[in-house]
């Protein structure tokens, strides 16, 4: 459901596809056009851009719950797998609402006794206009993680992706 808002302060922002920084300036009206993973892409009278949830209050919205996650200072050890797998599910391309997990992007994911993390990944297309931004969108995503360590992400077109690597869920909900 879309929603048009005012945003209430200037609010930092990627544009949509193209990834560049720029400030949404105070009293500009935005429409919400997804709210995914805990961020939100509008579109303006400057063209689509994605929001960090953190932001959310600019725009009328609440921020997403906090899931626990988040580091932990008494934390020992690596994050077990599955905290990691949560984490990518929480991450989508702004231009798509479903998140890289569903799509079939990941295609390996190791974590070390260390902490350390190597995600390969994918894209939907090489060209895709997110291409420079995705690999921090996982990064960030990991970094939140208690126990983790240095994040490796690497992108790989070998084999290319296709829409058969998707879930169940992603085809049903993009009409496949």
Not at 2 to 23: C, K, L, M
Request: proline fraction near 8%.
């Amino acid at each position: 459901m879309e929603t048009e808002r005012t945003v209430s302060r200037d609010i930092p922002a990627t544009i949509v596809p193209y990834g560049d920084q720029i400030t949404i300036p105070e009293g500009t009206r935005v429409m919400i056009t997804h709210r995914l993973g805990g961020n939100f892409t509008v579109t303006f009278e400057g063209g689509m851009a994605q929001i960090n949830g953190h932001h959310a209050d600019a725009i009328g919205e609440e921020a997403a719950a906090d899931t626990g996650g988040g580091k932990d200072e008494d934390h020992e050890g690596p994050p077990e797998e599955d905290m990691l797998w949560d984490a990518l599910r929480k991450v989508y391309d702004p231009e798509i609402p479903v998140n890289i997990f569903d799509l079939g992007l990941i295609y390996e994911l190791d974590i070390h006794k260390d902490g350390s993390a190597k995600v390969v990944m994918t894209l939907t297309a090489p060209g895709c206009p997110v291409a420079g931004e995705m690999p921090g969108m996982v990064a960030d995503a990991l970094d939140q993680l208690p126990g983790i360590g240095e994040i490796e992400v690497t992108l790989t077109f070998d084999p290319p992706w296709t829409p058969d690597m998707m879930s169940e869920d992603a085809r049903l909900a993009l009409g496949f």
